[in-house]
């Protein structure tokens, strides 16, 4: 068999990772600097390597999730309320394993909702599912389901994922309906997996957004006691990062 016919073959059989580093391993098998087992290993590597990122890109790009945010460049040249231990911590996903949730509060601009789709990336990263929502779209989504019979499989698409990034909580009051809604998506998640809120309000302030004070009460239990609350604060990291922006676009 010619390399021309296994490489066809390859291809055929989906072994794409190998396709790379196969011309490579076999002219090092002949000049007898590796042998046949170790040949093997190279292919097999190769394909796994391969298999993995094919996996985490796919997991990132049914995340919804998007691009840009990575904990490692969050700046800390103005003082935001979080630390580099604490994105240090957090990055070490023990929240994520532990089933913990997590609620981000602080000012607009603050760099909540980057740090929670930095989070997201990084937990699709470390072979877990995530998916970002921002709580406009889940309203919109819920009236959508609640409206033609579909709210069980809205319900199921939202419990499924690893970790759920509901951002920007507090930008409209929610019916009882919605609160509900919420209620029980948030109280089926609580068995093993985490949700990542962002929000502008202190939980002692839900009850602007939220009227019922049962759902809110029953909302926030799932949440708060075996979660993680982290308060930020600071000016908004907006401008900075708009001159930023500005500054590459010239670059380029």
């Not at 291809?11 to 042998?35: C, N, S, W, Y």
């Not at 391969?50 to 969050?74: C, D």
């Not at 419990?159 to 509900?180: H, T």
């Not at 799932?222 to 308060?231: A, S």
Request: with cysteine.
């Amino acid at each position: 068999m010619t390399l021309s016919q296994v490489r066809n073959r390859m291809d055929e059989l989906g072994f794409h990772g190998m396709l790379p580093v196969l011309e490579g391993a076999l002219t090092r098998l002949q000049k007898g600097e590796i042998h046949a087992t170790e040949a093997i290993d190279l292919l097999l590597d190769a394909e796994s390597r391969y298999r993995r990122e094919r996996a985490t890109s796919t997991r990132i790009v049914r995340s919804k999730i998007r691009q840009g945010a990575n904990l490692e460049e969050f700046d800390f040249t103005k003082a935001r309320g979080v630390t580099k231990a604490d994105l240090r911590s957090l990055a070490q996903l023990d929240w994520c394993e532990r089933g913990k949730s997590l609620i981000l509060v602080g000012p607009t601009g603050i760099g909540k909702s980057y740090i929670a789709r930095a989070l997201g990336v990084l937990a699709c990263e470390r072979g877990k599912t995530s998916l970002f929502i921002t709580v406009t779209d889940f309203l919109e989504h819920q009236l959508l389901a609640r409206s033609c019979n579909g709210y069980l499989k809205f319900r199921e698409r939202l419990v499924r994922p690893d970790v759920l990034i509901l951002d920007d909580l507090g930008m409209r009051k929610f019916s009882p309906q919605e609160a509900e809604d919420l209620r029980d998506i948030i109280e089926l998640r609580s068995y093993g997996k985490s949700t990542i809120i962002t929000t502008q309000l202190p939980t002692d302030h839900w009850c602007e957004v939220i009227g019922d004070e049962i759902i809110r009460d029953a909302l926030i239990d799932r949440l708060e006691p075996t979660g993680i609350t982290l308060k930020m604060d600071g000016p908004s990291y907006r401008p900075e990062l708009n001159k930023t922006l500005e500054k590459k676009g010239r670059e380029k």
